[in-house]
């Protein structure tokens, strides 16, 4: 009798065991409630030494549980940090675009006012009755003009007679024959422009194929030399 009832209050012992491990009804892990005060006295009760083992596992998981703490808050600040950051970001952007919108506005209408007194030249040339010699008033806006490109950083590109042919600066429009030397600049066409190291627009040249058949540069065509001169 004795040892049927051990057997029956085992038995009754692992089902409340099994019981109390099952999981929730959803499927999901159950987290249990467990004291760790009570689990170490129970510890104590079975044996001493277990129970120490039992306190520092209970310790330790104490530490690991406020280092996650910790993790979690830190976690969260960088989080919040960032946000901020990227706000900033955003915002000085926005700054910057319009300041750089103002920066260009006022160097156009600085620019504008600089150039209106040249087509105010060039609109008094053209009143001026016809057959005047208007070449004067034309020659000195033409340098007033090129003043105001100067001032703004603007060279022209108008490349010589002779000059050596650079393809970032010079864009060839056909070959021809000249007195220049081969592969060199024959004549422009149209001068370039360049700003701060930049091409705005490369100068149209002809490039010389040198002196066309029968010519000997300068000198114009060669003359023959007969038997009779060398006589």
Do not use: C, W
């Amino acid at each position: 009798m004795t040892e049927d009832a051990d057997e029956t209050a085992g038995t009754a012992e692992t089902a409340d065991t099994e019981t109390d491990a099952d999981p929730a009804s959803d499927g999901g892990a159950t987290e249990l409630a467990v004291d760790p005060d009570d689990v170490i006295a129970r510890a104590e009760d079975a044996d001493p030494a277990l129970a120490d083992d039992v306190r520092e596992l209970v310790d330790r998981v104490a530490e690991l549980e406020s280092e996650l703490a910790d993790r979690d808050e830190e976690i969260e600040d960088l989080e919040g940090r960032l946000k901020r950051k990227q706000a900033d970001f955003q915002n000085y952007k926005k700054r910057a675009k319009k300041r750089q919108d103002q920066i260009r506005d006022t160097a156009t209408e600085d620019f504008v006012e600089r150039v209106v007194p040249v087509r105010d030249n060039l609109v008094r040339a053209l009143d001026q009755p016809e057959g005047a010699d208007i070449r004067g008033g034309v020659e000195s806006t033409l340098a007033e003009f090129d003043r105001v490109l100067e001032e703004e950083g603007v060279e022209v590109i108008d490349p010589q007679p002779g000059e050596d042919v650079d393809p970032q600066r010079h864009e060839v429009m056909m070959r021809t024959g000249s007195d220049q030397p081969e592969d060199t600049v024959a004549s422009t066409f149209e001068a370039g422009y360049e700003m701060g190291g930049s091409v705005i627009r490369a100068a149209k040249i002809t490039v010389s194929d040198g002196p066309a058949e029968g010519e000997t540069g300068d000198d114009g065509p060669a003359e023959e030399t007969t038997d009779a001169d060398a006589e």
